[in-house]
């Protein structure tokens, strides 16, 4: 009787879910392609002298805040901004023009995404 219970168990809990996933909004990939470009620009402006300080970790943080993310969620987001700023300063220990161009292309790709994510998902 007690291997047959024990059995069931295994049964019920191989039925149920391990835990109710929540599924990915639309735009995951858009955040955290943002989140990477915060990244980037909070390396970037600060080698080219931008003296803006935490402004990008703070836009991050503000973008966390606003999207309550948790778990893997949360995670992957956070991940796109250390891959950004962790690109960057492997590449640039200085401030170069072609840093000067990735940061005016990451500006306006931001803005962008920022945009189409607000204009499609906005209420």
Avoid at 90 to 99: F, G, I, L, S
Wanted: glycine share 8%.
């Amino acid at each position: 009787m007690k291997r047959l219970l024990t059995t069931a168990s295994i049964l019920l809990c191989l039925a149920l879910p391990a835990r109710a996933q929540t599924p990915p909004a639309p735009f995951d990939g858009d955040l955290q392609r943002l989140a990477e470009i915060m990244g980037s620009l909070h390396y970037l402006r600060a080698i080219c002298g931008a003296k803006e300080g935490q402004k990008w970790r703070n836009e991050m943080q503000a973008l966390i805040d606003a999207e309550a993310p948790n778990g893997e969620r949360r995670r992957k987001i956070v991940a796109g901004f250390n891959r950004g700023y962790q690109g960057f300063q492997q590449t640039y220990r200085t401030c170069t023009p072609a840093a000067d161009l990735a940061i005016r292309r990451y500006l306006d790709e931001g803005a962008k995404i920022a945009r189409e994510i607000t204009a499609r998902y906005a209420n």
